[in-house]
């Protein structure tokens, strides 16, 4: 699914990935879809700050709403 997602994406819900969304995918989005807005991807266990991280580098002046609400493995000091 990824590997064929636009560039010129803008919004992406990719929540409720449960145990399938790893911070590889999350790498594989922000690399390919470089004007992103919007990402959720709540409820992803497997999730980690390395996402968080990813986001914020590799997206910094398009970003602007992100939601990974439910995301249990992500450490609270990552969003700081």
Do not use: K, W
Not at 17 to 38: G, K, M, N, T, W
Request: glycine share 2%.
């Amino acid at each position: 699914m990824l590997s064929n997602l636009p560039a010129g994406l803008r919004s992406l819900n990719i929540s409720g990935f449960r145990d399938a969304l790893h911070d590889r995918h999350v790498a594989a989005i922000v690399s390919r879809c470089r004007s992103l807005l919007e990402l959720d991807a709540s409820d992803s266990n497997l999730l980690t700050s390395a996402a968080v991280d990813l986001l914020v580098h590799q997206l910094p002046n398009s970003l602007r709403a992100v939601n990974l609400s439910r995301c249990y493995s992500i450490n609270p000091n990552a969003y700081l």
